[in-house]
């Protein structure tokens, strides 16, 4: 069954420290996506992927990396976190192509205290 | 850039009630239409999309599109406290979807 798995579901951090999230994919799509949810702005892209050892800037880059070492696994980074970077991130996977909706993880909901 | 926004913000509808939500975009030369509804604390799962102006059917739901007018809408018949959620709509004009601000419903028994 096709499925997107994020850890950690939950993760409180301190201002400052390193944060990785980690998403792992077995659709075998070629295409994957990092989002941020907050009340009153949807989903906003972060980062995507076309493939093992691309990526690629979406709309709010700014703080954060990616990295996609295989074509299974694609993490997201918080070199220096801020309290602004407090939210829920999602990951997707999907197939190149506007006429397939990516199928998304459960989120992860990220606290920076 | 692509903008894409939603009305109204929240909606209580009763149970049976006719439930039409709105999503504007800017971008003339998009071509994929999505809706996505999302539970709370889950992830969010495609609806249905149009990819052409026009109408589709799918159960008790419907998707009106008008890319003259840069305007896509849900329409959900006999509405059920099941479809309480948030709606997001979503547009792709590229490599990925941009997302509007999504409609909270609500449908009270």
């Known amino acids: 069954e096709a499925a997107v798995t994020q850890s950690p579901r939950n993760k409180v951090a301190v201002t400052g420290g390193k944060v990785t999230l980690s998403c792992n994919q077995t659709?075998?799509?070629?295409?994957m996506y990092w989002y941020r949810q907050d009340t009153g702005h949807g989903l906003r892209l972060i980062h995507y992927?076309?493939?093992?050892?691309?990526?690629e800037k979406g709309d709010i880059p700014d703080g954060y990396k990616a990295s996609r070492p295989s074509q299974e696994n694609f993490s997201l980074i918080l070199e220096l976190a801020t309290p602004s970077q407090t939210s829920v991130y999602f990951c997707?996977?999907?197939?190149?192509?506007?006429?397939?909706?990516?199928?998304f993880g459960e989120g992860t909901r990220l606290s920076v205290l | 850039q692509q903008n894409v926004q939603q009305s109204p913000e929240s909606l209580i509808v009763p149970e049976g009630a006719r439930t039409s939500l709105n999503c504007t975009f800017s971008?003339?030369?998009?071509?994929y239409f999505w809706w996505y509804r999302q539970h709370s604390g889950k992830a969010p799962k495609a609806l249905m999309s149009i990819f052409s102006n026009g109408e589709k059917e799918e159960g008790r739901f419907t998707i009106h599109l008008n890319k003259a007018s840069l305007h896509f809408s849900l329409h959900i018949r006999d509405s059920q406290p099941s479809d309480s959620a948030l709606y997001l709509c979503?547009?792709?004009?590229?490599?990925?979807?941009?997302f509007g601000t999504g409609t909270k419903l609500q449908v009270v028994p």
């Open positions: 979503a547009v792709n004009s590229g490599t990925y979807q941009r």
């Open positions: 659709n075998n799509h070629n295409n």
């Open positions: 997707a996977s999907g197939d190149q192509g506007g006429n397939q909706a990516p199928l």
């Open positions: 992927s076309y493939g093992a050892g691309s990526t």
């Open positions: 971008d003339s030369a998009s071509q």
